[in-house]
């Protein structure tokens, strides 16, 4: 009887350690994978915002202009000639809102419209108005840009996707 015992104990130990070997082997033929990606140049940041200031600028509007980067830090920003002390902070606030949700800022006042209880509103640095457009490789948002000053938001915006296309050629 003890010698059945040991055995069905041995038979036990032999299929969990099969069981535990072939989860290992599986486990090392899978092959650690390195992310890839491009990310903005601070050259072509600092395109972006010369840009859009030079572009509202030659309308007649005093702006600010951030770009942010794929994690939503800072690349460039200057604020603009006579332009009010808050447009800095809020050119970085509409692009880092573009590229945190990879939709134009404007978008969020649609999102709020529809939804005033829209959650998101609350976190840190969304700021609800237009003015910032996401920076895309196709469907990869690599950043975003904002531009803060001008009398309208739509005219920030025009300014931002001047900034963008200024460099379109860089981001393919």
Same mark, same amino acid.
């Given at each position: 009887?003890?010698?059945?015992?040991?055995?069905?104990?041995?038979?036990?130990?032999?299929?969990?350690?099969?069981?535990?070997?072939?989860?290992?082997?599986?486990?090392?033929s899978?092959?650690?994978?390195?992310?890839?990606?491009?990310?903005?140049?601070?050259?072509?940041?600092?395109?972006?915002?010369?840009?859009?200031?030079?572009?509202?600028?030659?309308?007649?509007?005093?702006?600010s202009? *951030?770009?942010?980067?794929?994690? &939503? =830090? !800072?690349?460039?920003?200057?604020?603009? +000639?006579?332009?009010? %002390?808050?447009?800095?902070?809020?050119?970085?606030?509409?692009?880092?809102?573009?590229? *945190?949700?990879?939709v134009?800022? &404007? =978008? !969020?006042?649609?999102?709020l419209?529809? +939804?005033?209880?829209? %959650?998101?509103?609350?976190?840190?640095?969304?700021?609800?108005?237009?003015?910032?457009?996401?920076?895309?490789?196709?469907?990869?948002?690599m950043?975003?840009?904002?531009?803060?000053?001008?009398?309208?938001?739509?005219?920030?915006?025009?300014?931002?996707?001047?900034?963008?296309?200024?460099?379109?050629?860089?981001?393919?």
């Amino acid at each position: 009887m003890k010698k059945n015992m040991d055995l069905t104990k041995t038979a036990r130990v032999v299929r969990e350690t099969l069981g535990a070997l072939a989860f290992l082997s599986a486990l090392s033929s899978v092959q650690a994978q390195l992310l890839s990606h491009k990310d903005l140049s601070a050259m072509v940041a600092i395109s972006i915002v010369q840009s859009a200031i030079t572009t509202c600028k030659a309308n007649g509007y005093n702006v600010s202009a *951030t770009v942010v980067g794929r994690n &939503g =830090e !800072i690349l460039a920003q200057a604020r603009g +000639d006579n332009t009010g %002390p808050h447009t800095l902070e809020n050119s970085f606030r509409k692009a880092y809102t573009a590229r *945190t949700f990879r939709v134009a800022s &404007g =978008e !969020i006042v649609n999102r709020l419209k529809m +939804d005033p209880a829209f %959650p998101l509103i609350h976190l840190s640095n969304i700021i609800a108005n237009q003015g910032g457009l996401p920076i895309k490789l196709e469907d990869d948002v690599m950043g975003a840009v904002g531009v803060s000053g001008a009398p309208g938001g739509d005219k920030d915006e025009a300014c931002s996707k001047a900034g963008i296309d200024k460099v379109a050629d860089h981001l393919r």
